[in-house]
């Protein structure tokens, strides 16, 4: 059994599209560990806010298809295939985190990079995994989001009515 994270984001419909992927979540890979829920700034483009978490979860699928599965949810809730990096979208789920794999494939990422990047991976995912170390540096997620340079921090933690 492989334990995985997931960041789950949309700025379009977000109130039905978060949900909507949790759920599909849960079908497919049962309990969920669900972060809190932050509002943040849209980033690399001018756009609406988004909502963004982290989701833990366990699987004996194996990583590629743990990945298809994640693009299918997307697809099935409104995502295109031709969308951009920096664009509104319906729903993104990335693949932050497998077990401790160190993958770089093509599209296939682990760890993202965006952990490190941006406060909207690395705050939901420091909150579900605090102690869990990342599988390049070493640290531990509540180390690394301790040293995040906050200063232009455009996120805060919500309650959406569906939580």
């Known amino acids: 059994m492989s334990k995985g994270y997931i960041s789950i984001g949309s700025n379009i419909d977000k109130e039905k599209y978060i949900p909507a992927s949790i759920k599909a979540l849960g079908k497919l890979f049962g309990e969920l560990i669900v972060s809190s829920v932050y509002s943040s ?21 194996s990583v590629k298809d743990v990945a298809r599965q994640l693009r299918n949810i997307e697809l099935d809730n409104g995502r295109t295939r031709d969308s951009q990096k920096f664009s509104a979208r319906t729903l993104d789920l990335d693949l932050l985190l497998y077990d401790d794999l160190v993958i770089n494939d093509g599209r296939l990422q682990i760890p993202r990079d965006e952990i490190e990047s941006y406060a909207f991976v690395l705050e939901p995912l420091a909150e579900v995994a605090p102690t869990l170390k990342h599988p390049i540096s070493g640290l531990n997620y509540a180390e690394l989001w301790e040293k995040f340079d906050k200063t232009d921090l455009k996120q805060h933690k919500i309650s959406p009515s569906w939580a």
């Open 41 to 61: 700034e849209s980033v690399g483009f001018a756009g609406d806010s988004f909502y963004n978490l982290v989701v833990g979860f366990n699987s004996e699928l």
